[in-house]
Nanobody
Framework: QVQLVESGGGSVQAGGSVRLSCAAH????????MGWFRQVPGKEREGVAA???????NYADSVKGRFTISQDNGKITLYLQMNSLKSEDTGMYYC??????????????????????WGQGTQVTVSS
């Protein structure tokens, strides 16, 4: 069974750090682009960070310089290191995988367009 399983969320104070993990099971994701997305109730899905099969990365302007996306060499686990957290970073964070031409195309995929693979999400709550 193909699964993307996120973990590492929780509650943190503004200015703190959190590291999210996304474990990929049941499929070879090495040719895929992968990304982190967040959603807040009442708002559309927002791309946070993406990485392609070559290791090129892309970030939303709101997180540049604060978040870092990375993968292990086997492309089995995707990470999101989140530093200098702000209250507006609060949300449910999901990882996703799909084919893509560029990191821009996966990061800014229209909010209602699904991904081939999608995790169940992990909540991050940042209190000020």
């Amino acid at each position: 069974q193909v699964q993307l399983v996120e973990s590492g969320g929780g509650s943190v104070q503004a200015g703190g750090s959190v590291r999210l993990s996304c474990a990929a099971h049941g499929y070879d994701f090495r040719g895929f682009c992968m990304g982190w997305f967040r959603q807040v109730p009442g708002k559309e899905r927002e791309g946070v960070a993406a990485v392609d099969s070559r290791g090129d990365t892309n970030y939303a302007d709101s997180v540049k310089g604060r978040f870092t996306i990375s993968q292990d060499n086997g492309k089995i686990t995707l990470y999101l290191q989140m530093n200098s957290l702000k209250s507006e970073d609060t949300g449910m964070y999901y990882c996703a995988a799909d084919y893509c031409d560029t990191t821009t195309s996966i990061l800014y995929r229209p909010p209602r367009t699904p991904f081939r693979f999608w995790g169940q999400g992990t909540q991050v709550t940042v209190s000020s």
